[in-house]
T-cell receptor, first 110, second 116 residues
Framework: KNEVEQSPQNLTAQEGEFITINCSYS?????LHWLQQHPGGGIVSLFM???GKKKHGRLIATINIQEKHSSLHITASHPRDSAVYIC????????????FGQGTRLTINP | GAVVSQHPSRVICKSGTSVKIECRSL??????MFWYRQFPKQSLMLMAT?????????EQGVEKDKFLINHASLTLSTLTVTSAHPEDSSFYICSATQGALNQPQHFGDGTRLSIL
């Protein structure tokens, strides 16, 4: 079993739809990154959170440490949101090492 | 925001060539940098952790003599793929952090390496 499980693995939606990507992890963590990887490969860190909820524009990330679960939400989705979204907990054992989920490939159709 | 510059973005070269990839933090001091490799449709895989002024810590299965890492300053780390072979073709990406606990990691744009 992977230490980090994301669902769904692939998601196709229409522009404007509300998107939710889920992440469950089994390792002990100090924080968790949500990353966005564009087709060219570059990666942007969207959020780093260790509790509660963070919001940035149309993006919302939540985390429940007790349940070892995090979600990334996108409101009013747009084709430019099409990318791979990666959940990456920061392991407390690993000297700031990130543990990566397999990613969710999101496609937003106009 | 924090910016990490990675260069070159793409390399195509012959088998046996050594390739150097640079990772620079442009507006912050990166005490720790990480080097990752990613094969198509797979997740990132950590290769090594690099701390300024000390030897890199390599993950299990990563050959330190094959993948030379230098982190000589607080803003620059380099990865050299020595005597590259086609199986080394991959996407290499670095990240940098200021080093204190729970500081976010900032990623470069990656280097796509193709060995012919």
């Amino acid at each position: 079993k992977n230490e980090v499980e994301q669902s769904p693995q692939n998601l196709t939606a229409q522009e404007g739809e509300f998107i939710t990507i889920n992440c469950s992890y089994s390792v002990g963590i100090s924080a968790l990154h949500w990353l966005q990887q564009h087709p060219g490969g570059g990666i942007v860190s969207l959020f780093m959170l260790s509790s509660g909820k963070k919001k940035h524009g149309r993006l919302i990330a939540t985390i429940n440490i007790q349940e070892k679960h995090s979600s990334l939400h996108i409101t009013a989705s747009h084709p430019r949101d099409s990318a791979v979204y990666i959940c990456a907990p920061l392991s407390i054992q690993g000297a700031q090492k990130l543990v990566f989920g397999q990613g969710t490939r999101l496609t937003i159709n106009p | 925001g924090a910016v990490v510059s990675q260069h070159p973005s793409r390399v195509i070269c012959k088998s046996g060539t050594s390739v150097k990839i640079e990772c620079r933090s442009l507006d912050f001091q990166a005490t720790t940098m990480f080097w990752y490799r990613q094969f198509p449709k797979q997740s990132l895989m950590l290769m090594a952790t690099s701390n300024e002024g000390s030897k890199a810590t390599y993950e299990q299965g990563v050959e330190k003599d094959k993948f030379l890492i230098n982190h000589a300053s607080l803003t620059l780390s380099t990865l050299t793929v020595t005597s590259a072979h086609p199986e080394d073709s991959s996407f290499y990406i670095c990240s940098a952090t200021q080093g204190a606990l729970n500081q976010p990691q900032h990623f470069g744009d990656g280097t796509r390496l193709s060995i012919l």
